[in-house]
């Protein structure tokens, strides 16, 4: 923590704040721990790109081997654009965001019967994936899956007889079948019980050439968090697929779609305290030069994120509320949060912040987007450059 610590305040040195900083090493690091996690062959990992899409991030991961899931024809087009495999898990898209996909050569992953009806009606003899929707909202797991009467997303699995009517009287083939259960999760049984719907439905489909259990892998936000065991879901995930594949007579891929899981713990932002407020109360307020335009996630769920005074590490703890510069009352990023004293000018590190933190970010208030920075072993390189109010208005 404390090399840590010391090369956050040189990145503050140099850039300035807010800024993210990602750390290259622990990226790559987390691709392979997944990688190597999973030993059925062939299992394909794409990566979740709407939690960060800055292209320095997909570099590194491009050299891991991973490919991308896209859910925007812009996430398309930047997946293209450094020659990643891409599959496009697209959600009540429209006709000309189907055909710029399909120009493309990428694979549609559809998500309803419509959808599935009008791509063929315009791609005949396409191959094309299917998302399902599993009625696994029963029981005592449904509220931590997508799936299930409320969800969105997904053709619902009781109409999977239409689908395979639809595409046949398009000639589509369905080459896929897809499921994305939830997100932030940390029991391998969720993954487990969610693969065993799927696949049993995987029978019905003749030309399969990969089945695709989507994303969801969680991370330990808070300390106390329980970490997700990777090692022993990869290989109770291997050892279900390999006896579903060799029930459906030919391999098959398996795909997974971490977003999270592969960015989450290697990000920071960092930000700098203004203001101090201490109110007659006792309340401290700790006001910084940020805000949710920059870090949605504790105002959009409640989410936690750990915070550290990298200035004032061995200062004496104190209960704080750490708030943005924007005009809402739910713009806090800790509330009562246990801290080292915080005084104006002092640098604060916000961690878990490399998944759905900057790719969240907003204009609101006309703030200017923070800048991004990688930390590699032996350099600090600056991938996106702080804007300036003007570049926002
Ligand atoms: C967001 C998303 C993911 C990744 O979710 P994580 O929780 O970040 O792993 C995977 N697949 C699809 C279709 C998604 O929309």
Redesign the pocket.
Known sequence: MNELRKRLKEVNRIFGTPTYVYKGGRIREKARTLRDAIPYFPTKVLY?M??NSNPEILKILKEEGVGV?A?SPGEVALGLRHDFFVLF?GNNVTDDEMDFVAEKGVMINIDSLSALERFGSRHCGKDVSIRINPDVGAGHHSHCITGGPESKFGIWHSQLDEALEIAKRNCLRIKGIHQ?IG??ILETDKFLLAMDVLLKEAHRFPDLEFVNF????GVPYNPEDRKLPVKRLGRMMSDKFLKFSHNYGKPVTMMI?????LIADSGWLLVTVNTVKRNPDGRVFAGVDSGFNHLLRPAMYGSYHPIENVSNPKGKKEEVDIVGNICESGDRFAQERKISRVREGDVLAIGMAG?YGFSMSSHYNLRAKPAEVLMEKNYFSLIRKRESIYDVI
């Open positions: 979740a709407k939690a899931d859910v898990t994305h997100s932030q989507g994303g969801g892998l779609e971490p977003g999270r899981y998944a």
